[in-house]
């Protein structure tokens, strides 16, 4: 009879298998590019940004604060449709992220 190994739970992986970061940036891009669509983008840019804010507010590291907060003015400048505020802030967000991905 084989032994099983089990080394701990299994499952999705988080992110969908990338780092945080990398993961973070992307989906601000994506948000950033389809917030004024008409066909569903504001839905999914405003889900995306939301994701994103929760997911680093999750980590409970302070050096995201100024991030979450900035993700919190994007996601309400979304709802509110003033695309281009919801564009510069997540265009700011994308540059903090740029930022930490390079001294990580």
Known sequence: MSQVEVLGPKGPLRHGGVDL????????????????NPGGGLLFASQTIGQV???????????????????ERAEDATVHRDFRRARATLAQAGDV????????
């Open 21 to 36: 970061l990398t993961w973070a940036r992307n989906q601000l891009r994506v948000a950033s590019e389809i917030v004024d």
């Open 53 to 71: 804010r929760a997911a680093l507010a999750e980590t409970d590291d302070p050096r995201w604060s100024p991030l979450v907060e900035l993700l």
């Open 97 to 104: 992220l740029g930022t930490a991905a390079a001294t990580d």
